[in-house]
C-alpha cells in the first residue's frame, strides 16, 4: 500500500466520523483542498522539462499525486504496458506471455497466453506478479482481469490441491 493510498484511507475514515450537515462540510474542505493543490501540482507541471517531469513521476508518492490529479505525462494505457513489459521476462520462463486486452470503468483486461494459460500453479502466481507491476505503474487501476487464470481447487481444510501430472516410470 502506497503513502497515498494510506492518506487516502486515513481521509475516508476521518470523514466517517462526521455525521450530517457536519459531514457535508467536512467533504466540501477536502474537495476543496485537492483542488487548491490539484491547481498548484498542475502549475508545477506546466513550468517544468519533460525530462524533470518523467523523473518526478517515477516516485511512488508523485506518481500517485500527479495520478489522483490527473496530471501524469503518460496515460495510463502507456504506464501499463510497460510494466507488462517488466513482468514478461518472467512469464517468458514459463514458456508464457500476456496481452493487453482493454482498460475499461478502471479495470483492466488481460489475457496469458502459452503455458501459462491453464496450469493453476503458474496463472495463479503470474496473476499477482502482473497486480503488483500494474497496481504499482496505475494506481488509478480498480481491479485486473486476468483470462486464462484457472482457479485453485482446494481439499479438506480449504488447503490448495496439487495438479496430478504423469510422472514418466523407467521400466528395466
Not at 493487453?100 to 491453464?118: H, K, N, P, S, Y
Not at 496505475?138 to 501430472?165: F, K, M, Q
Request: net charge negative; with cysteine.
Amino acid at each position: 500500500m502506497t503513502e497515498v493510498d494510506r492518506v487516502g484511507e486515513r481521509i475516508e475514515q476521518l470523514l466517517g466520523e462526521f455525521s450530517g450537515e457536519d459531514a457535508e462540510l467536512a467533504e466540501d474542505l477536502v474537495h476543496t483542498l485537492l483542488e487548491f493543490y490539484g491547481a498548484g501540482l498542475a502549475r508545477i507541471v506546466e513550468v517544468v522539462d519533460r525530462p524533470l517531469l518523467d523523473r518526478l513521476a517515477e516516485d511512488d508518492h508523485i506518481r500517485g499525486l500527479l495520478v489522483l490529479h490527473d496530471l501524469h505525462p503518460r496515460s495510463t494505457h502507456e504506464r501499463v504496458t510497460e510494466a507488462l513489459d517488466k513482468v514478461r521476462p518472467y512469464l517468458g520462463s514459463h514458456a508464457g506471455d500476456v496481452e493487453f486486452v482493454e482498460i475499461a470503468d478502471g479495470v483492466l483486461r488481460l489475457r496469458l497466453q502459452g503455458t501459462c494459460d491453464g496450469c493453476p500453479s503458474s496463472t495463479v502466481t503470474a496473476k499477482y506478479a502482473i497486480e503488483r507491476v500494474v497496481r504499482e505503474a496505475a494506481p488509478e487501476i480498480s481491479d485486473v482481469v486476468v483470462e486464462g487464470v484457472v482457479p485453485e481447487e482446494t481439499g479438506p481444510g480449504g488447503r490448495p490441491l496439487l495438479p496430478l501430472v504423469p510422472c514418466p516410470v523407467e521400466v528395466p
